[in-house]
């Protein structure tokens, strides 16, 4: 028997706790700790038995663990700790920002690299499977276009945003896709779509006592960058209302590609994603590929990586026969 | 500027003339010529510039093509062509006999190594970009099943039966997915599906003089494996209907996973192709792929591979900065 991989857990949140629980369903690994660093005596994993230790000891682990899932975030975490792990350690992260993905990608590479480590970033399902779907997109169909929806699904970002907004007392927000929009994609329309078009949002929000609901109404359907160029509704709703309907996160969206072959037919490829959590289903992408890091290394490959050099069959814990026998 | 991707075509039947097609959409690719088992002087290309060859002479050809794309059928061209030009030639091909796919592999490898060449066998959409899902579905939630649903589209195989039955002239028959069974799936039922609940089959039938419906009909929905199982309409329809509605070749079809990760949340994956000609979209894959065979080639590869071993980014004619930058 083979020895299972070894996984450290690098940040414990909503990611690392999605970890946790995916690294139970897949029988080749094995979780060595989780580093965190806050103090680790007030970590409490859904496994007990798993110790938690502080981030600054990791050093000491060099050689006892395979692969190291960071799970922080991608605006204060990851930029400083990416690089730095990567340095020791074999890394899976899923940094986010788009805008940024060449200068993090340029800073992990170097120290995975110097230290001949394989750091793969970037992973999840966007960035990450999306967008495998679109680079498969304009692979096969060169001529064409290519569209991406997000959710229905729950947006950490303009949540936050309205949870700024004087007399909120608690918000959420959900991002819709335009069905109608969709449809015009599928049916091979190509259109060309304003963001008004392609996306509603939809806020839920208790206010604070005392606030006018009129006025933080307009504050968010107003609100720059955030709200203003869409089709925005926002719903006054209670506290127990809040807690019962609107702690999930469900998430996901559609990756579109329209296009034509050589001689005219035209060809539609949909990718969807339908997430009841989407932390649990990120942190399973996150493992799947962790065990792809574990495989690049053996094979004698080092530096930065992304999906898009990743072979599929790394992804799986079965043999490339068995792969070829019953998945081919 | 790089010097552009020598392809050779082999077979000019549907999915050479797709292959010719594609080629043209790809500028980094040039194809040098089509080899045919015809008389040459009785094969006419869409570009008449195009020299074509008899497949005899293709030994003269080692060393100016940098990858052969093979389009002849699986059943009697493939098994014989794929290994034999796998020893000379970077190949691709669509060999589609899933059952036969480990000793098809096995046969190509060995040429494909003892040539120093790259094979990649079994490419298009299934087996091809559905097997790729099938796979990343299972890895990612491990916990889960996997739904294939094709159609709806023209089955050759399913359309050749019918027209061996006393009384049919001519016949198409489409296998249409049960949107009842898929939107199971898709609700994450997990259902339990019978043959006959998963596909519908579809017929059209013109008549040979003289020849009985209800006989005809009769053999067809009781014939053994192809259609005894299924529910199946017959529509008996003239020569000239059948000349005007029913000759393209439409396919497509739906892979599903659903499953739940490890805390419990349920989360469903789905890909689906609509395809208005089924040779010219297996094209279009065979040609992104010959891009993939050469670079694996370049890198210094050898032997069989499929489209497990492929890594995304070797099917772009991007840069991995540009990809990283536009796509990821």
């Not at 074999?90 to 940094?95: M, P």
């Not at 008004?196 to 006025?215: K, M, N, P, T």
């Not at 968010?220 to 807690?243: K, L, N, R, S």
């Not at 959590?277 to 065990?291: D, Q």
């Amino acid at each position: 028997m083979t020895s299972k991989i070894r996984v450290g857990i690098v940040g414990y949140g909503n990611l690392g706790r999605g970890v946790e629980a995916a690294i139970t369903q897949n029988p080749d690994m094995r979780l060595v700790g989780v580093f965190t660093r806050r103090d680790p005596e007030t970590v409490t994993l859904a496994d007990p038995s798993i110790p938690v230790h502080s981030l600054d000891r990791i050093e000491s682990f060099v050689g006892a663990i395979d692969v190291l899932i960071l799970c922080g975030g991608s605006r204060n975490d990851l930029p400083e700790q990416g690089p730095t792990l990567a340095r020791r350690f074999c890394t899976v992260d899923s940094f986010d920002t788009h805008a940024r993905i060449p200068e993090y990608f340029a800073a992990v590479d170097e120290q995975a690299r110097a230290g001949g480590k394989v750091a793969l970033i970037s992973v999840g399902w966007d960035p990450g499977l999306f967008s495998i779907n679109r680079l498969f997109g304009e692979a096969i169909l060169p001529e064409g276009a290519t569209y991406t929806f997000w959710g229905k699904g729950l947006s950490q970002g303009h949540s936050d945003a309205v949870r700024r907004v004087p007399g909120v007392k608690m918000a959420v927000q959900y991002t819709i896709p335009s069905q109608e929009a969709i449809e015009r994609v599928r049916q091979g329309e190509l259109p060309e779509l304003t963001t008004r078009e392609r996306h509603q949002r939809e806020c839920f929000v208790v206010l604070q006592e005392g606030a006018d609901a009129a006025e933080v109404k307009e504050a968010i359907v107003t609100m720059p960058d955030y709200f203003a160029d869409y089709d925005t509704t926002v719903h006054f709703i209670d506290e127990d209302t809040m807690q019962r309907d609107h702690s999930a996160m469900p998430h996901g969206g559609f990756v579109i590609r329209s296009g034509k072959t050589g001689n005219g037919p035209t060809h539609v490829i949909e990718y969807s994603l339908a997430l009841n959590s989407n932390p649990e289903f990120t942190s399973s992408v996150l493992v799947a590929y962790a065990r792809a890091a574990y495989r690049l290394h053996q094979n004698g490959e080092q530096g930065a990586r992304t999906v898009f050099d990743v072979a599929p069959g790394l992804l799986s814990p079965k043999s490339p026969e068995d792969l070829r026998k019953e998945l081919l």
